[in-house]
């Protein structure tokens, strides 16, 4: 039957849906692509905002815990605050007693230098939370491009069928009524 598929145009058909489908398929999962490309960096910096936020409430354990506030502790915004305000109790301590060091510079220094890390705590923490609900957005919006392209990728496959069905009962039809017109003669 292939001559006849040829002879109707029905291979023609046939094909054209197939390259179509293709074509939609292949277009479906460079768009997943591109989305999951673009997504990628607040989706992994969420998971490790995410991670960092677990370790540092101790969810991963103690040891992760331990580590997550040492390293908040001995961050950039930390140590230079501390730094800064430690120079200026130094500064002011030593016009007033001429570099002398006295119980009284060594309470404020010891109540600083704990205090500082304390004082922006909830500011870290709402920060490693902010950048791990972006990333968890990310992550939403590319299982919804996800959903999309099978969608599409789903439809691309049932226009592809039914175009190939309707194509050979086409064919079939033209057939039937060349033959049944035969007979009828």
Known sequence: MSFL?????????????T???????AESTAAYGAAENILRPYTTGGQQSYGLLNDFLGTNGQGNQQRAYENYVEGPDVAYRRQQGINAIDNSSAARSGGVLTGGLLKRLTDFGTGIATQDKNTYLGQLAGSSA?????????TGARYNSANMTAGANTAEGNAVANASLTGGNILGNMLGGAFNL
Do not use: C, I, Y
């Open 19 to 25: 390259n179509a489908a293709n074509l939609n398929r």
């Open 134 to 142: 972006m990333g968890q957005n990310a992550a939403n919006t590319l």
């Open 5 to 17: 598929d040829d002879l109707f145009g029905v291979t023609k058909a046939k094909n054209a849906a």
